[in-house]
Nanobody, 122 residues
Framework: QVQLVESGGGLVQAGGSLRLSCVAS????????MGWFRQAPGKEREFVAA????????PYADSVKGRFTISRDNAKSTVYLQMTALKPDDTAVYYC???????????????WGQGTQVTVSS
């Protein structure tokens, strides 16, 4: 079992920045690829970014490429999502997830956090 706890969400103006963190406990953090997903009201959960176990591979959704950066610190069992140039369309609940590889589909991840709300005002 892996427990994931997200933090760092909040209210920010358009153009601003936030850094989300997700701390893992339980099984060895470095054994898992990590992903960030988001879900806006009335929409399906969508892929944002992922990072491989080593941190070398980092795929991104086209909508956040160039604005968001995912990283991980295996010594701290933590994955981060640095978000810059935020837009109102980025408003959503953001979830981190752990799985076997840095994949795009939510159903390929095994463990999920409870989510943290990000609201971007115009």
């Amino acid at each position: 079992q892996v427990q994931l706890v997200e933090s760092g969400g909040g209210l920010v103006q358009a153009g601003g920045s936030l850094r989300l963190s997700c701390v893992a406990s339980g099984r060895t953090f470095s054994s898992y690829a990590m992903g960030w997903f988001r879900q806006a009201p009335g929409k399906e959960r969508e892929f944002v970014a992922a990072v491989s176990r080593s941190g070398v591979t980092t795929p991104y959704a086209d909508s956040v490429k160039g604005r968001f950066t995912i990283s991980r610190d295996n010594a701290k069992s933590t994955v981060y999502l640095q978000m810059t140039a935020l837009k109102p369309d980025d408003t959503a609940v953001y979830y981190c997830a752990a799985g076997p590889a840095p994949l795009y589909r939510a159903n390929q991840y095994v463990y999920w956090g409870q989510g943290t709300q990000v609201t971007v005002s115009s």
